[in-house]
């Protein structure tokens, strides 16, 4: 048996599943036979955002074999900006692995993920961090540090449109440019142990300048962005925003 995160499922034939379950060794598809079976004793453990353990057949398309419920992260299934969340982060991982990652060591932060989700009072740096950690599992190295053209390190601000940091005098003022209290949050979401961190408390509107400048990079070192982000926003400003 092996660990592994339902990311996605899809209907397959009529009472079949195929498991898109992220594991050490990455994405494994897996076909659930029966499974939509009112009999069926996997029918509530092979569903998306659940952590199994399971064990499949060999061959192209691996058949489930036998499989365990390990955490269903209740608390997170019943907030509905949590599941949002959720969604962005298997998105992430489904649409941006290859197999050249290193997945055992972003599964083992991905189940560190999870539970600061289903646990926190303030989901929205959870998120973040996981995002800009993201980006150093797919090796794009994200400079929070000095100035894109000149290095130096004082008075720094975020060029969305270019997704850098620059100084005030490689500044392009036609630019959407973010201020230094708002890119340190991002750094220090960058770096912190998301194990041992003390909740931010972001006020909405702080969060989504954030979330620009998140998106600002995913779009440039990804080519999008994820769709359930906007869906998020939404959520967060309560649909004013
Ligand atoms: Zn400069």
């Not at 397959?12 to 060794?25: E, S």
């Not at 057949?57 to 907030?79: F, H, I």
């Not at 041992?196 to 400048?213: A, C, G, H, I, N």
């Amino acid at each position: 048996m092996i660990e592994g995160f339902i990311l996605r499922t899809l209907d397959y034939q009529d009472h079949n599943k195929l498991l898109y379950i992220y594991t050490n060794q990455g994405i494994k598809s897996v076909l659930a036979r029966g499974v939509k079976k009112l009999n069926s004793p996997f029918r509530h453990l092979t569903q998306s955002g659940h952590l199994i353990s399971f064990e499949a057949s060999k061959g192209n398309l691996p058949t489930l074999k036998n499989a365990t419920l390990l955490n269903r992260y209740q608390a997170l299934k019943q907030d509905i900006i949590k599941i949002t969340m959720m969604h962005v982060v298997c998105e992430l991982i489904y649409y941006n692995l290859t197999d050249d990652d290193d997945h055992e060591k972003l599964f083992n932060f991905l189940k560190k993920v999870l539970n600061a989700l289903n646990d926190t009072p303030c989901p929205e740096d959870i998120l973040m961090i996981f995002e800009l950690k993201f980006f150093h599992f797919l090796g794009y190295g994200i400079n929070l540090k000095h100035c894109q053209t000149c290095q130096t390190k004082h008075d720094l601000w975020f060029d969305v449109n270019s997704a850098s940091l620059v100084c005030q005098q490689h500044a392009i003022k036609t630019h959407t440019l973010i201020g230094p209290k708002h890119h340190q949050i991002l750094t220090w979401c960058y770096y912190i142990d998301i194990e041992t961190y003390q909740p931010l408390q972001l006020e909405v509107k702080t969060t989504q300048v954030l979330f620009d400048v998140i998106e600002a990079l995913q779009t440039m070192h990804m080519g999008t962005k994820p769709k359930s982000k906007a869906i998020l926003r939404t959520l967060l400003t309560g649909g004013t925003s």
